[in-house]
Structures are given as structure tokens and as C-alpha cells.
């Protein structure tokens, strides 16, 4: 069977054996989708790691699940004036799946902190109009 195949059997099993817990000790406090993922990549990054699973795709797909979940939580979560870094953390999280899976690459690194600091100064010095814009980018429409 190709790994895709088993990689979804084994989703679809943790979907119901997280499902099941959760119901039988009444737990409300995870997303059974979004853990059954995140155990799932986690498994086989250890696996990758040790030479057992190879398919970085199924890796970077998964990952890049749980990265932007985490996107999305946080967006609900964090003061508006907070939402300015949005691309900055979405970046980073893209960058990180990246330098784990294929590698560090310095400057990768560069491109991100000078990022960081030009939506921190953004963020400090309240260009108004500009900081709005940035903010409002992915409103909901």
C-alpha cells in the first residue's frame, strides 16, 4: 500500500479512537480532526527521522495543517492590533516546516527577521494607514 493510503487509514483511525475518548470522558477541549493530524505527522517525522517513512510531501501537507490551524487560532485569539503579524508568523511557521524537513538555510533566516523587524517597527511606530491595511488584509469578507 502507498504511504498516502496508510497515512489516511491512519488519520481515519485516531479520527474514531480520539472520538471515543473524547465522548466517553466527556472532553470538550480539542479539535479531534486537528489532533488526529497533528499525531499523525508527529509519527512520522519520528519515523522520517529514523529512516522508516521518506514521503516529505505527506509530511509538509500535514504539517502545513497544523500550521495553519494554528494560524487560525491565534486570529481568533490575539488583540486586533496583534493581527499585523500575520504574515510574519505565517512565514516563519512555512520557513520551520521547511528548514525540518530539507535543511537550515541562513538566509532564509535573513529574510525572515528583517521581516519581522519591519512589521515591528510598523507595529511600534503606528504608520496608521498603513498598519490598517496590513491588518485588514484577510478580513473576512
Do not use: Q
Not at 40 to 51: D, E, N, P, R, S
Amino acid at each position: 500500500m502507498e504511504p498516502i493510503n496508510w497515512t489516511l487509514v491512519g488519520i481515519v483511525l485516531l479520527f474514531f479512537v480520539l472520538l471515543t475518548i473524547k465522548s466517553f470522558f466527556n472532553i470538550k477541549k480539542f479539535c479531534t480532526i486537528c489532533l488526529s493530524v497533528t499525531l499523525t505527522w508527529m509519527t512520522l517525522l519520528i519515523l522520517y527521522f529514523i529512516g522508516i517513512f521518506t514521503d516529505k510531501i505527506i509530511l509538509a501537507i500535514l504539517i502545513g495543517h497544523t500550521s495553519l490551524g494554528i494560524y487560525y487560532i491565534l486570529e481568533k485569539k490575539v488583540r486586533k492590533e496583534l493581527l499585523i503579524f500575520r504574515l510574519p508568523y505565517l512565514l516563519t511557521s512555512i520557513s520551520l516546516i521547511y528548514f525540518i524537513l530539507s535543511g537550515f538555510i541562513l538566509n532564509g533566516l535573513y529574510v525572515l527577521l528583517g521581516l519581522w523587524l519591519l512589521f515591528i517597527l510598523t507595529y511600534l511606530f503606528k504608520f496608521n494607514k498603513f498598519t490598517k491595511k496590513i491588518i485588514e488584509c484577510c478580513k473576512k469578507w
